[in-house]
């Protein structure tokens, strides 16, 4: 649903900060794009969405190019964004609130607004908010609401752009069980991150380096072919776990399985 063809961009003429990538990603995938600080991986979100567009080369979701500004429209209501910092999403007073706002923007009708809300905070277990004010949420509790209000929008895509940076574990670890589930429900999910623990449960890793697409494949191969800390990333705990034990003999574990049932990849 979604091909970027060697695409090239910059901020400032003759500084490339994306440098001829090209990748395409089907419907239903869910996939990590990760790279150190300062790699482009939040360039790459914004073209994916037409808030950039290609100095050189196309974006397109389905066949709609973000080039052609009378299509934006069409894409926007194709991907909803979840951002880094859940303070900054919430706009308004009160979770319900917060839900609504998107569907009038895109000019719901009324009588359907209600179930919309209902279905999307049923969708994060956040429906016993409906009342509540934004003071009142955890980190955690505020990105659910944030995934709501663009659920009820239904679009097709979710980005999460380094969306579980700043929460606690626990509202980590809830945000990601939702992406899972979403991707279940079929949802296409693209998790942007450079958190190691996190990919593991993507089907598929991009893997992005001063702006070039360097690796394009599943976790397992990514962590057995990558030297990760090339790019200033760092190993999930499992992995370097298993690279220890593997030196002190031959009764390590295989992390591989490990992984395989923590986050029931098959
Ligand atoms: P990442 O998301 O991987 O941290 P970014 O896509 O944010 O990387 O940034 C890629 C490069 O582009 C960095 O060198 C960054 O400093 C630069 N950059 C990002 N946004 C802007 C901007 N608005 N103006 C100029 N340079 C930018």
Redesign the pocket.
């Known amino acids: 649903m979604l091909t970027f063809d060697h695409v090239e961009f910059y ?2 003429k003759g ?1 490339p ?2 440098d001829g990538v090209s990748f395409t990603i089907q419907a239903g995938e869910f996939v990590s794009i990760v ?12 073209l994916i969405d037409g808030l950039l567009l290609p100095k050189k080369g196309t974006v397109k979701v389905h066949q709609l190019d973000t080039a052609n500004s009378d299509e934006l429209l069409k894409i926007h209501q194709q991907i909803g964004f979840v951002f880094q910092n859940p303070e900054d999403q919430f706009i308004t007073t009160t979770v319900m609130d917060e839900v609504l706002f998107g569907l009038q923007n895109i000019q719901v009708p009324r009588e359907e607004m209600r179930a919309r809300v209902d279905a999307a905070l049923h969708a994060v277990q956040m429906e016993e908010y409906l009342e509540a004010m934004p003071h009142q949420l955890s980190g955690g509790q505020k990105q659910r609401v944030a995934i709501a209000a663009i659920l009820a929008m239904r679009p097709q895509m979710i980005i999460f ?2 969306a579980t940076s700043m929460l606690d574990p626990q509202g980590r670890k809830q945000v990601l069980s939702i992406m899972h589930e979403l991707h279940n429900q079929g949802m296409t999910i693209v998790h ?1 991150t ?1 958190h190691m623990e996190e990919v593991l449960c993507a089907e598929r890793i991009l893997l ?1 380096q001063e ?1 070039r697409l360097q690796f394009d494949g599943d976790p397992l191969s990514f962590f057995e072919t990558v030297a990760v800390a090339d790019y200033q990333l760092q190993l999930p705990f499992a992995v370097r776990l298993h690279k220890t034990l593997q030196l002190e003999g031959p009764l390590a574990a295989d992390w591989k399985e490990g992984i395989r049932s923590q986050w029931s990849i098959n």
């Open positions: 901020y400032k500084q900060v994306i790279g150190a600080n300062g790699s482009g991986k939040s360039t790459v979100a914004k752009d380094e942007i450079h992005i702006g």
